[in-house]
């Protein structure tokens, strides 16, 4: 084996433990960044010895327990300064006791993972610094392929994981699972965050760089291990069916040359089973616990009408339409409605569709977005009145950043003719 | 990525079940890997007896019932996983060869790592 072969492999191997012995560290040290750099040096100490020793049977444990000796030396020498200067140091007050240390047992580490979730995504740091610290502390992806994943520097992105370490330090971030009251608040920081990397991912371009797909993996993987950790969420649940659902349409969502295939004109048989039957396996899990839907349950309600149709034409379009009238209840905005209205008029025909666009038509939010117009057209054009579709789908056209999308506008608009 | 990997072992020389005890250790894998997001899909199989190779030579298919007999190892049981890295799906596949030498003494077989070729790797 040769050395960087060897480096290759002990890296994989920390990459399958890295969360679980962060974590676990975090709920020893209290203290997001010391854990980090704790955990750090036993990857050190496993770079050097595991290419001579080989992998130990149980490397988790044997990260462990090299990461909680280090902080044992830490605190003794934060201990020993202390009396030297006779400060008060935030370390001072954790039980430095091997036996304090020891307190942290395997069982436990299910629990420190959700803490560890619910730090990484706290409402006191921005966006930006939520998603590189879950994706560095959970993940495990490097600064350098955070960097390339975001179209952004590597020391962006390093400023933004230290800021965002330093920030949960001055805040006193306490290393717990949120209370009830909190809970829903916190929980739901959380499945944004995820659900932000999965688009990143998700709205990539085939062809494009590969960390960008990697992205949907790594939302979708940390949220199954979120649905593990708490089980009793819908929404949880509802998020991991979600994006399940989506991943499995990644190979018909592009032509063969890369041009985008709209949903209804997607190859089915291109759709991974594998993945839609995950999908459905975690709404129904979502579907069987207490209390109303939430709006990642019924997206995924509505992904999954979807994903029961053997053809597009075989979409129960009426049930599409109930889901996003609850969606539009529960989360309230143009967008929702605007595709509420193109489910309308799939269930009952053009004319109910239209008339919800037109209310959408002084909607500020939507003036400059190209499908309020597309979608218009396309109504109007069913219904014969072929001049004013003509001139929606020019509007539309205008308002489109997508090259292959007004071509297609501008072919609708030169079809649209009078009966 | 994906990567599947499949356990092989000679049928005649690992004849009789599979001790518990790497019943469990395999069961304590497959649940961590659920857990860590990573297991996507696995399977055992039935021995080869109950199976059919359905072989094409000199550009004629013919089909011939299990066992298989011509074979030094046959495909025991499979799972599919998630992963990030072929070192990764190495170490996967180390973690369940371990429990086997660990278990079930006097094991000798071989577990085959093998990449899932992805639709978006066509074209690339």
Redesign the interface.
């Known amino acids: 084996m040769t050395d960087e072969t060897a480096h290759r492999s002990v890296e994989a191997v920390w990459r399958l433990e890295s969360a679980r012995v962060i974590a676990g560290l975090v709920r020893m040290v209290r203290d997001v960044a010391l854990a980090e750099d704790l955990a750090q040096d036993a990857l050190e100490a496993a770079l050097q010895q595991w290419p001579e020793t080989g992998v130990p049977a149980n490397p988790g444990a044997w990260l462990m327990a090299v990461a909680k000796r280090r902080a044992v030396d830490h605190f003794r020498r934060a201990e020993r300064l202390e009396r030297k200067h006779a400060l008060l140091a935030h370390a001072a007050v954790v039980d430095p006791s091997a036996a304090a240390l020891d307190a942290v047992v395997e069982d436990d580490i299910e629990d420190d993972l959700l803490r560890l979730m619910f730090i990484c995504c706290h409402p006191v740091l921005s966006t930006e610094a939520r998603v590189a610290l879950t994706l560095r502390l959970l993940g495990g992806l490097t600064t350098k392929e955070i960097a390339r994943s975001f179209l952004t520097s590597e020391a962006t992105v390093a400023q933004r994981i230290v800021r965002a370490k330093r920030t949960l330090g001055e805040a006193r971030v306490p290393f717990e699972v949120p209370s009830r009251a909190e809970r829903t608040q916190r929980l739901s920081s959380v499945l944004e965050v995820l659900y932000l990397v999965f688009n990143e991912g998700y709205s990539a371009t085939a062809g494009g760089d590969w960390m960008r797909p990697a992205l949907c993996e790594e939302a979708l993987r940390l949220g199954r291990v979120l649905a593990g950790l708490a089980p009793d969420e819908p929404e949880v649940h509802g998020l991991v069916a979600l994006m399940e659902i989506q991943a499995s349409r990644s190979a018909a969502r592009t032509g063969p040359r890369g041009e985008p295939v709209l949903l209804l004109d997607q190859n089915r048989s291109r759709w991974d089973q594998l993945l839609v039957r995950r999908g459905l396996a975690a709404l129904e899990r979502a579907e069987t616990l207490p209390g109303p839907p939430g709006r990642y349950v019924l997206q995924a309600q509505i992904a999954a009408c979807h994903a029961r149709a053997v053809t597009a034409a075989a979409t129960d379009w009426a049930r599409v339409a109930e889901l996003y009238a609850a969606l539009a209840v529960q989360e309230p905005s143009p967008v929702v409605e605007l595709n509420r209205a193109v489910t309308l008029a799939m269930a009952h025909g053009p004319h109910a569709g239209l008339v919800l666009v037109d209310q959408l038509r002084t909607e500020p939010s939507l003036q400059g977005y190209h499908l309020l117009p597309s979608v218009r057209g396309d109504l109007l054009a069913r219904l014969g009145r072929a001049e004013e579709a003509r001139a929606e789908f020019r509007r539309a056209a205008a308002l489109t950043q997508n090259e292959r999308e007004r071509a297609l506008l501008l072919r609708r608009a030169e079809a649209a003719v009078s009966p | 990525?994906r990567f599947l990997t499949m356990i092989k072992m000679d049928e005649g020389r690992m004849a009789g079940p599979p001790p518990p005890a790497l019943m469990a250790a395999i069961a304590e894998l497959g649940e961590q890997a659920?857990?860590?997001?990573?297991l996507?899909?696995q399977g055992g199989l039935y021995p080869s007896q109950a199976g059919a190779l359905v072989q094409v030579s000199g550009g004629k298919v013919t089909v011939i019932d299990g066992p298989f007999t011509e074979a030094k190892e046959v495909v025991g049981g499979y799972a599919?996983f998630?992963l990030?890295?072929r070192?990764?799906a190495?170490?996967?596949g180390?973690r369940f060869m371990?429990v086997h030498a660990l278990h079930w003494p006097g094991f000798e077989g071989s577990c085959e790592v093998r990449q899932i070729f992805d639709?978006?790797d066509f074209?690339?």
């Open positions: 990525m659920t857990k860590d997001g990573t996507l899909d599919m998630q990030r890295s070192e990764e190495v170490e996967v180390r371990e639709p978006g074209g690339q």
